[in-house]
């Protein structure tokens, strides 16, 4: 469990052992955070009444794959490793994990979605283990103003597999005294959900169709369109997708969101479930590449009163305290001449001298203080662009890229709707600003110029699917190259 309170929780146990007649030892192995895992601490408890008098128990110093009764994981990447180590077996351990996510490096850093399935996480917990309880014990600790370590204390209490009674759990929180009444609502909290989780399974009902979801009055014209043009396996994407492109330029803007999907409507292929992901692919992509980032949209997401209550809210700022938020920045030339009246900005990008004025001043990056009056008023007056946003350079370049590759999806969808789809997809490569930008358009152009020779091959979505999570494994490219130079 690492810092989020795994030591409080060991001691705990050992207390609870030790005052209810049982030896305890503990023993911690730190690891490396989110590199290899948190730190593991390992337990073993015995009865005292089972030792012969004048001699002690030896116990171990670390888990031994298959012979663990109970294995408790405090993040469900945690739980991944303690399957991958084989500490879960399924008929022996019980296994308590939360459900909340902690994203490690390797999924923070890769250029793609990197995430590890929290799916797959959580039907290999059921799979390996005798008892799988799973919860948001995060969430829960937070509902209750307390810790996570008191909520899965609870649910260990649940799952009735030491020899304890509730009451026992409970005393040696009142024993430990600090904390103690939001611990033990924390306790309470995980004992309810890990009952549940234990309960006989009622009858399932059947999924009902999501409901178009509320978009507001503003966007109320946007949203009857969208049920009475497009199929309904489509809603919730379509009205998300209005959502993002009002958010980020105007009404006008989300209207022409729906007109640019219009053209493949008409040219869906045949097959009902491939035309519906199509569909939603594209439209979901769409939104994304639409909604692009540029120094309009960065300044406008730094400056909203929503993100200061969040970064409040995961501080726990009180009414006593300041908080002070420290953006840098890093614009080059070319983020500058991207804001720019798109004739301005172009003269910018092809005058040398004018370049040679500018640089000096966009080598090193800079730090602006969001939470004072100067820096707020700075990223303020960039975000006051976005009406402007239109004539700017980046936009008219945008705005080509993306009939370009709508284009090719429609043009696809009737004869090579897989193709069409990966096509769809590719747009994922595209993502960012600044360097993060130019790499990935890079790389999609790469991969574009593939595409004439892969509609003369039965395999062409798969191979094109294929270089896409090439362009994505590393940011060098090398992947990439590897991958042409056989296709």
């Known amino acids: 469990m690492g ?154 209490a649940a799952t009735g597999r030491l020899p304890f009674t509730r009451e026992q759990f409970e005393a040696t929180i009142t024993r430990g005294g600090v904390g103690v009444t939001s611990s033990l609502k924390a306790f309470a909290a995980g004992f309810a959900v890990a009952q549940q989780t234990l309960a006989p399974p009622a009858a399932a009902a059947l999924p009902a169709a999501a409901p178009m979801p509320p978009v507001g009055a503003r966007l109320a014209a946007l949203a009857q369109r969208i049920q009475q043009d497009f199929p309904a396996t489509s809603h919730v994407t379509l009205a998300a997708g209005i959502v993002r492109a009002a958010d980020y330029q105007d009404v006008a803007y989300a209207a022409a969101y729906l007109d640019r999907l219009q053209p493949l409507l008409a040219r869906l292929p045949a097959d009902p479930a491939l035309a519906a992901e199509l569909l939603d692919e594209t439209a979901r992509h769409l939104a994304l590449w639409m909604s692009y980032e540029d120094t309009v949209r960065v300044a406008d997401l730094k400056t909203r009163r929503s993100r200061f209550a969040r970064v409040g809210g995961e501080v726990k700022l009180s009414h006593t305290q300041h908080m002070g938020i420290n953006e840098f920045l890093h614009p080059r030339v070319e983020e500058i001449a991207d804001t720019l009246p798109a004739g301005l900005g172009r003269w910018l990008l092809a005058t040398p001298w004018a370049r040679a004025c ?43 890229r993306i009939n370009d590759w709508l284009a090719s999806i429609t043009s696809l969808a009737p004869t090579h709707p897989a193709l069409a789809l990966e096509v769809a997809r590719s747009q994922r490569l595209v993502k960012g600003y600044g360097d993060t930008h130019e790499r990935g358009w890079r790389s999609y152009q790469r991969v574009m110029a593939k595409l004439p020779q892969l509609q003369a091959q039965p395999q062409g979505a798969q191979t094109l699917q294929a270089l896409s999570r090439a362009a994505l494994a590393d940011d060098s490219g090398k992947a990439l190259e590897q991958m042409l130079a056989t296709v």
Not at 373 to 391: C, D, V
């Open 3 to 156: 810092g989020e309170g795994g030591g409080v929780l060991a001691d705990w146990l050992v207390d609870l052992a030790e005052q209810n007649g049982y030896f305890a030892q503990t023993t911690s192995v730190p690891g490396v955070a989110q590199r290899t895992g948190a730190t593991v601490y390992y337990l073993e408890i015995f009865p005292e009444a089972a030792v012969p008098a004048g001699r002690r128990p030896v116990m171990a110093l670390s888990p031994v794959p298959g012979e663990v009764d109970i294995v408790i994981a405090s993040e469900l990447m945690e739980a991944g490793r303690a399957l991958q180590r084989g500490l879960v077996t399924a008929n022996r351990t019980t296994f308590v994990a939360s459900t909340h996510r902690v994203y490690s490096m390797t999924e923070r850093t890769a250029m793609g979605d990197g995430r590890v399935s929290s799916d797959k996480l959580l039907e290999g917990g059921r799979a390996a283990a005798r008892h799988f309880i799973s919860a948001d014990f995060a969430q829960l600790a937070e509902d209750t103003g307390s810790l996570i370590s008191p909520t899965l204390y609870g649910a260990l």
């Open 358 to 400: 500018i640089e000096p001043f966009t080598r090193k990056g800079r730090i602006v203080q969001t939470s004072s009056i100067r820096g707020y008023l700075l990223l303020y007056t960039i975000a006051a662009l976005r009406p402007l946003r239109p004539r700017s350079l980046r936009f008219q370049v945008e705005q080509q």
